[in-house]
């Protein structure tokens, strides 16, 4: 197969990269760097402009297999001022409406449009579970994803099938949230966030990456889905694991006051709350993941695996 990923070079992107081209698809990333031949054989990095002018990137849209969405400004790279958060919701409406209009204008449209969401759609909540059929939040991340996802959908039609992934806390030890959590608890100055009782849906990088493959070949799957575990735990709860796989104490806690005052905004949206989601549909389809478990996950991770 053919497959696009915007957004590709990142955190997400090239593991999936990597994975689909060891399965042996082609696949192209576009970036806003240089263009070029990627070091991982079977991909190829293609430039793109998704706010300026059209490029040859739009000719990789048709006939490709699958279009991959993973592009817009980091969510935790700066403190949310006015102008970030503008940034933070205009990089990814922006670029999802460049694939949209392209897969729109393509002679042969991929049969599917993959796109980036995150489990901040269904703003803080308590400890209630949450599917894909709990209702939207809002809060100004719950916002962002509505805008983001109602992009996407534009692209829905009978040739090209849409699945929005609401992604939750993904574990692995090169970069995302939890390479930021260790330093602490590798110095045994670990513990829980706040009151710790905000639950934090989680799932391993691996098991991200199996479910954006899923989803390319299950045409059944579409429209929202959560790219979480089975099983969110409380970050309390999280604190403990991942002390545990450090083997490592996790008894000093991070005030709420201080992350606010530290990060304003953003430590009651990323920190502070949460969301008990689950993935209704993604069991409901037959999707098995591979850590269903934290402990299991970070054991992984810390005895040497990916």
């Known amino acids: 197969m053919k497959i696009v990923i915007a957004g590709g070079t990142g955190f997400l992107g090239q593991p ?5 081209a ?7 990333l576009l970036t806003r760097g240089t263009a070029g031949v990627s070091p991982t054989p079977r991909v190829r ?6 706010d300026g002018p059209s490029g040859v990137w739009l000719a990789e849209i048709n006939g490709a297999d699958a279009v991959i969405n993973l592009a817009g400004e980091p ?24 694939l949209v ?17 995150a489990v901040g759609y269904y703003g803080p909540l308590d400890h209630e579970i949450v599917t894909e059929e709990t209702p939207a939040g809002s809060d100004f991340l719950a916002r962002v994803c509505v805008k983001w996802e109602a ?6 039609s009978k040739r090209t099938r849409v699945v929005c992934l609401r992604t939750g806390l993904v574990l692995a030890k090169d970069g995302g949230a939890l390479a930021k959590m260790l330093p602490p608890f590798k110095l045994g100055a670990g513990g829980r966030v706040g009151s710790g009782r905000q639950y934090w849906p989680w799932i391993h990088r691996r098991d991200w990456v199996d ?17 979480t575990s089975p099983n969110p735990v409380t970050n309390a709860e999280f604190a403990q694991s991942l002390g545990s796989a450090l083997y490592r104490p996790a008894f000093v806690p991070a005030p709420a006051f201080a992350l606010r005052f530290m990060l304003g905004e953003m430590a009651d949206a990323l920190l502070l709350s949460g969301q008990r989601a689950v993935p ?3 069991q409901a389809l037959w999707f098995t993941f591979h850590y269903p478990h934290l402990d299991d996950a970070l054991r992984a991770l810390f005895g040497g695996s990916d």
């Open 16 to 20: 999936l990269a990597r994975a689909l």
């Open 22 to 28: 060891e399965a042996k698809n082609y696949v192209t």
């Open 45 to 50: 990095l293609v430039q793109w402009t998704p």
């Open 75 to 98: 969510i935790a790279a700066k403190r949310w001022s006015d102008p970030q958060k503008q940034r933070i919701l205009d990089s990814r409406v922006r670029a999802t409406r460049r």
């Open 101 to 117: 209009e392209a897969i729109a204008a393509a002679a042969t449209p991929p049969p599917v449009f993959i796109s980036g969401s």
């Open 151 to 156: 992009e996407a959908e534009r692209a829905s």
């Open 211 to 227: 479910l954006v493959r899923w989803a390319i070949v299950t045409t059944t799957a579409s429209g929202p889905i959560n790219a």
């Open 280 to 282: 209704a549909k993604a």
